[in-house]
């Protein structure tokens, strides 16, 4: 019998390279055009009445917070007010199930649903337009039939789906300018304790204070505080982020470095893990592998703040978390840091699974898969 045909030879190297020159089309869904204010009627923003309003305001404040009362600065990170002020103004905070997206913009949120690519808007909630736009804040709830949004100056509003405002939160103390009242955590918890209320929303401000709020949503439309805590003594120049991961309980907070000694690695690096619990002190920090951990003394904290003017003044930046991300399966987390380092960590034991800095990681921008370091191999989107 005759041999059959072979059939054409492909060159490897044929076929790789037009393998790379494949263009794929990029669909555009959807295109916001520039927000335009809205003017009060009868432009009374000029009006003599809201000078001399204004003109009688401007100076109360002034003495209110200069001359009868004035607080001591709180100095936030130089690495995370840098950050956060090159971030852009406007946020796509996409819902857990991954059906609901949430447009932040400057005056209003859109809430769009995956039922038509996101290309309708079934939800508007209307906002005050924010001095800061980057330090705010959004959060879906663990259910996505919430979304909490927090302003610059920490005050939180709730909406529904609808984009209907349900109720306002104030923080219990604020001043104007202070970027350390905004929210550097806003998240929902499952609430088990009561019917009466539908979740538990935990808002933590850069200054590492904590405010659990209850809220119920329906016919019983309200909300209450639950509790508060502190992180300051862990954290004396305050926290930059903070994500929960539902499977083990746990608030993983981040914050800026230390150099105390006898701590674990997690800790040197400004990150700690605490057990959410169901009662007083609600939330215990987490060690493991007998880390030495313990609270920072005042006078440690005072030489730790010294020691970032000391920082500052040899131009060298105090590094730190600045965002966290778990992986879908839960079992890892990728923190960024102001110096633009990328650390793998596994959850919830807080130990290294490795650590590239800038110069070493080989792209900045795409997808680094991490197989080496896991069972799975999972994907992080830098």
């Not at 054409?8 to 335009?36: H, M």
């Not at 439309?221 to 083990?248: D, K, L, M, R, W």
Request: net charge neutral.
């Amino acid at each position: 019998m005759a041999a059959a045909d072979s059939g054409p030879t492909l060159n490897p190297g044929t076929a790789e390279s037009e393998e790379e020159t494949i263009l794929y089309d990029l669909l555009v869904t959807t295109e916001w055009p520039p927000e335009t204010e809205v003017q009060p009627r009868g432009n009374r923003k000029y009006g003599a009445s809201f000078i001399i309003t204004k003109a009688i305001r401007d100076h109360l404040l002034f003495f209110r917070q200069y001359i009868w009362y004035s607080p001591a600065p709180f100095l936030l990170p130089d690495g995370l007010v840098r950050l956060v002020n090159k971030q852009i103004n406007w946020h796509l905070v996409l819902a857990s199930n991954g059906k609901l997206l949430a447009a932040v913009q400057d005056q209003c949120v859109e809430i769009r649903s995956a039922k038509d690519d996101f290309t309708s808007v079934i939800g508007k909630c209307q906002v005050p337009k924010d001095p800061k736009p980057q330090w705010r804040r959004v959060a879906w709830s663990y259910d996505c039939t919430l979304l909490a949004y927090a302003e610059s100056t920490g005050t939180v509003r709730l909406f529904d789906l609808m984009g209907s405002e349900l109720f306002v939160i104030s923080p219990a103390s604020s001043f104007a300018g202070d970027l350390s009242y905004a929210i550097a955590g806003l998240i929902f918890l499952e609430y088990k304790g009561s019917a009466q209320w539908s979740a538990e929303l935990l808002v933590i401000n850069y200054r590492g204070e904590l405010r659990s709020y209850l809220v119920s949503v329906g016919t019983n439309q309200s909300y209450q505080e639950s509790h508060s805590f502190s992180f300051s003594s862990y954290y004396p120049h305050g926290i930059n982020t903070a994500v929960y991961h539902p499977g083990h309980r746990l608030l993983l907070v981040g914050g800026c470095e230390t150099a105390e000694v006898g701590v674990s690695k997690a800790s040197s690096c400004g990150l700690s893990a605490w057990r959410v619990l169901s009662g007083s002190p609600y939330y215990k920090q987490v060690t493991n592998g007998g880390d030495r951990v313990t609270a920072v003394p005042k006078t440690l904290g005072l030489l730790r703040m010294l020691n970032v003017k000391f920082y500052s003044r040899q131009g060298h930046e105090q590094d730190g978390v600045f965002k966290m991300s778990l992986s879908p399966d839960g079992s890892l987390l990728a923190t960024i840091h102001f110096s633009g380092k990328l650390s793998i960590w596994a959850v919830p034991s807080l130990k290294q699974q490795g650590s590239w800095d800038q110069n070493e990681q080989v792209r900045l921008l795409g997808i680094i898969t991490l197989s080496s370091v896991s069972s799975c191999s999972t994907h992080f989107i830098c």
